[in-house]
């Protein structure tokens, strides 16, 4: 017999460790990703008493705080499905992750459900920010959008339907589904063919500049507007450093780290900071500054707010003349 009085108590005395579970692990987790090069978005909630007791009803469990497992719920949601794996990666190097259990494996080939990607995660002994949640977790739910979307819109109608579905609306579902994991395939192929046209190098660069800006900035940026920047960034460098442009990127930021780990700290806290200094586009900027400011300066004054460029060279340092300047 479930004792509804007990488990408000029983919670109201545990409610406290999930919050501050929360308060400490969705800034960890989001650290941790971004440490990876990897966007995201991470949305924490604590399952509120109202939530538990209609869970205790619906499962009989009398003991429903030792039995559920997402008092703390954590969605990590990623652009394309091919981002899980790197995702659990980082996070099993700085976390305790347990009972992983990718939904969409279990399905045959003409079943379509619940979509999603479900494990435990705590700190590793010793790693905890407070004693008292050693023995806590949560649940995380790693996504795509599409998955999220579907998640969102489907939770109460489907997958957890007290009721078998006709079969006339399990199909209608099941199409739903199928568009799911087709918008994400689509998806996945499209940046994967844009990132290979030959003519279109800004987005092969922008993917290798976010792996190294993401753990420096630690903060999201501007997509639209990176790809703006680096189309006239772009013809400063020769086809064989484009060629080779990850191994180019990654020896800039290995021999400037502390130079540009100095200069992220210094303005992360200004809300003045220059627009395109929190950009990736900057790490690629500063590189054609010290190898190429000649060929930089002649193509971005052609599509791009020459004082942009020269407030940018004083922040790193760098002298860049400008064009009529004398000899």
């Not at 499962?59 to 899980?84: E, N, Q, Y």
């Not at 442009?245 to 992220?264: C, K, P, T």
């Amino acid at each position: 017999m479930i004792d509804l009085v007990a488990l408000a108590r029983d919670y109201e005395r545990e409610r406290p460790r999930y919050d501050r579970l929360a308060e400490v692990l969705e800034p960890a987790i989001k650290e941790c990703l971004l440490d990876a090069g990897l966007t995201h978005v991470i949305i924490c909630r604590v399952k509120d008493y109202a939530s538990l007791a209609r869970k205790a009803v619906k499962k009989g469990w009398p003991d429903a705080i030792r039995r559920t497992p997402d008092l703390l719920g954590v969605r990590v949601i990623t652009s394309f499905s091919a981002m899980k794996d790197p995702v659990v990666a980082a996070l099993r190097d700085r976390f305790v992750i347990s009972d992983d259990d990718d939904k969409g494996t279990k399905y045959g080939s003409t079943e379509f459900r619940y979509l999603g990607r479900h494990m435990q995660i705590a700190f590793r002994g010793g790693d905890e920010p407070a004693p008292e949640l050693a023995s806590y977790q949560a649940e995380l739910q790693l996504h795509t959008r599409a998955e999220s979307a579907w998640a969102d819109a489907s939770h109460d109608l489907t997958y957890k339907a007290a009721l078998e579905l006709p079969d006339a609306l399990d199909r209608r579902v099941n199409r739903l589904l199928a568009l799911v994991e087709l918008f994400d395939g689509e998806m996945g192929r499209a940046q994967a063919e844009l990132i290979a046209l030959p003519g279109f190098p800004a987005a092969r660069m922008l993917q290798t500049l976010e792996r190294s800006f993401l753990p420096l900035a630690q903060r999201d940026f501007d997509r639209e507007l990176a790809t703006i920047v680096l189309t006239a960034v772009a013809p400063s460098y020769t086809n064989a450093e484009l060629a080779a442009y990850d191994a180019l990127i990654a020896r800039f930021v290995a021999d400037g780290s502390e130079r540009l780990r100095v200069l992220y700290q210094r303005w992360s806290a200004d809300p003045f900071s220059h627009p395109l200094l929190f950009q990736p586009e900057a790490l690629a900027i500063f590189e054609r500054l010290d190898h190429n400011p000649t060929a930089l300066r002649d193509h971005w004054d052609r599509v791009l707010p020459p004082p942009f460029l020269d407030q940018l060279a004083e922040l790193w340092g760098a002298v860049l003349s400008r064009p009529g300047d004398a000899d």
